[in-house]
């Protein structure tokens, strides 16, 4: 469907379907995540099961993920590759827009809306951030964070194949957010390949930006594992505080400069 087709009237159908499926994926989400008997810092009860998916992805990242990665940080211009990941970012814009509005944010959602224009319009689909240039950057949200703002329990650690550490919480909303994103109707399944080749580069593009860092972590520490778990969690529970969702951690995050960019979901 282009732009030119989508007509006020199928505007307001997505967004009550949206609003409709976006409660029942709370609901589900919610009744969904796991909570301890008595309140812990690190809540792992899949410890034994999460072990072999972070084995599973290790491997992944060394056999396929990191030198796609390498070959793509070395082979594709740094132009090329900053208008790929301009463009995919721009695509994820509507989603937090969305979730601006659900967590009652109306000014955020503003400016994360007006972003949206300034970058498609002015910056030939994206392609280009003209809107940090002129005061509008990005203000980051996602469904998990909706889920968190409504009461949500953050729920158990868990590693998702491919995708790395999470809470319950968090990797809800990520696939609410792939399912919800208005970008999914509005262009609809003829520009699929597109948008995910778009994400798929931008994932390698942080791969090879952040290949010392990762490597380091995944490859160099006694105890990989442990230590993903713990920076992942001190930086999604940093990221909500900034954002004043109740239950985030301290006002430092002493891990924020270093590996805040590997978590972003």
Known sequence: MSWNAFSLTE??????KI???????????ISACTTP?????????????????????????ASALRPAATGYGTYVPVPVRMGVANFSS?????????????????GDALHNGFRFVLNTTLGFGGLFDV??????????TDFGETLAVWGA???????????????ERAFAGNVVDLVLNPVNYIFGPEYAAVVYGARGATVLDDRYAL?????????????????????????RRFELSES????GEPELDPYEDLYGDIFEE
């Open 90 to 106: 721009n695509l994820g814009m509507p989603s937090m827009v969305l979730n601006d509005l659900l967590q009652g944010n109306p």
């Open 153 to 167: 329990p953050e729920g158990a650690y868990v590693e998702v194949p491919f995708f790395g550490p999470r809470t």
């Open 19 to 29: 609003g409709r499926f976006a409660l029942i994926s709370a609901l589900l989400a």
């Open 131 to 140: 809107a940090t240039t002129g005061g509008f950057e990005e203000r980051t």
């Open 244 to 247: 004043g969702v109740a239950g």
């Open 37 to 61: 008997d008595q309140p812990v810092e690190t809540f792992d009860p899949y410890e034994a099961e999460n072990r072999e998916v972070h084995a599973f992805n290790r491997a992944v990242d």
């Open 11 to 16: 505007f307001l159908r997505m967004g009550r």
């Open 211 to 235: 290949g010392d860092t990762l490597d380091e972590i995944l490859y160099d520490s006694a105890d990989s594992y442990a230590l993903l778990r713990s920076l992942y969690l001190q930086n």
